[in-house]
């Protein structure tokens, strides 16, 4: 068996860096330098777990603007 020598220039983010980066990558706006940057971080688990964040708090906003319309319309109880 062969083992891979480690890989000394991924780096490790922080949950404010994993944070920026899903937000920017959620509306479209990152650079692709930031995400090769974030492509060789040491483990996506940050990444994945921010971006499922990301998307529960937009799914909840929705929600939200949603029950204000229908209630200003006088269509909920």
Do not use: W, Y
Not at 6 to 12: I, L, R, S, T, V
Request: proline residues 4%; aromatic residues 10%; contains cysteine.
């Amino acid at each position: 068996m062969s083992e891979q020598p480690p890989d000394d220039d991924k780096q490790d983010t922080t949950f404010a860096q994993a944070a920026a980066s899903a937000a920017a990558a959620m509306f479209g706006v990152q650079s692709s330098k930031n995400r090769d940057k974030d492509f060789k971080a040491k483990s996506p688990a940050k990444f994945i777990f921010m971006g499922m964040v990301m998307v529960m708090v937009f799914i909840t906003c929705v929600l939200f603007a949603v029950r204000c319309s229908m209630q200003q319309a006088g269509v909920a109880h």
